[in-house]
C-alpha cells in the first residue's frame, strides 16, 4: 500500500517542536488541536485549541517530497482560523497554573494564521536564536504569521516570563527530526556565519 501525503496529513501527523519538546503546537485533522508552552520550570500555556482552513481543498492536495532535502522547497502555503480555548487537553500531566492564569481575554478570541510548510535540512530556531551549532536537524519546518503563541497585550501582569522572552516572536516549528544527524563541517561554518549576522 502506498502512503500519499497531503498537505493535511503533514500538517496533522503529529507535533510540530519549537525547542524540543517543551513548546509545541499538534493540529488533529478533527479540527481541534493543543499548544504547549513552557520556559524552564514554569507552564504558560497547555490548551486545546479549535481551527479551520480557510481553502480546505488546499489542504487536500497530494505532495511529492521527493528524496533530496539539501535544498528547501516550500510544500504548503495557506491560512488557517484558530482560536485557543480554557481547556486544558486530556492527557495534561502538569497541575500548576496555566492559560487564562496567564493570559488575558484577548488571547481567547478566533485569529487568522499564515502558514508555511517547508521541506528541507532545518535547525530548530530556538538553536539558531541561541546559536547553538550541535542540535538538531528537521525535515520540515512550519513559519507561522503571527505566531501561535499570544501577543504581548493578550499576557497579563503576572506572566512576567513571556513578556521576558518575547514568545509571539517564535514562528517557527519542526518535525520529523533527523535521527543522530547534526551539521556537517560546511554547514556548520555557514550557520556560525550566519548567526554571526544576525
Not at 503529529?14 to 481541534?32: A, C, V, Y
Not at 524552564?40 to 481543498?57: G, L, M
Not at 536537524?137 to 506572566?159: C, G, K, M, Q
Amino acid at each position: 500500500m502506498t502512503w500519499t501525503d497531503t498537505v493535511r496529513s503533514i500538517l496533522c501527523e503529529g507535533p510540530w517542536i519549537w525547542n524540543d519538546g517543551s513548546s509545541e503546537i499538534t493540529f488533529h485533522e478533527d479540527g481541534t488541536g493543543k499548544l504547549f508552552c513552557s520556559t524552564e520550570y514554569t507552564c504558560w500555556i497547555f490548551a486545546e485549541f479549535e481551527w479551520k482552513s480557510h481553502n480546505s481543498a488546499y489542504l487536500n492536495q497530494t505532495i511529492d517530497l521527493g528524496n533530496g532535502r539539501q535544498q528547501s522547497k516550500v510544500i504548503g502555503d495557506f491560512t488557517i482560523e484558530m482560536t485557543l480555548t480554557k481547556r486544558r487537553p486530556h492527557d495534561i500531566w502538569y497541575k500548576g497554573k496555566v492559560n487564562e492564569n496567564w493570559l488575558n481575554e484577548g488571547a481567547f478570541c478566533a485569529k487568522t494564521y499564515h502558514m508555511t510548510i517547508e521541506h528541507g535540512r532545518f535547525r530548530s530556531q530556538f538553536d539558531v536564536k541561541h546559536k547553538i551549532l550541535n542540535g538538531s536537524l528537521y525535515a520540515l519546518r512550519i513559519v507561522f504569521v503571527p505566531s501561535p503563541f499570544p501577543p504581548d497585550e493578550e499576557w497579563n501582569d503576572e506572566s512576567y516570563g513571556p513578556h521576558a522572552m518575547r514568545l509571539w516572536e517564535c514562528t517557527e516549528f519542526n518535525s520529523r527530526k533527523y535521527p543522530n544527524e547534526r551539521l556537517g563541517l560546511w554547514e556548520t561554518l555557514m550557520a556560525w556565519c550566519n548567526d554571526r549576522t544576525r
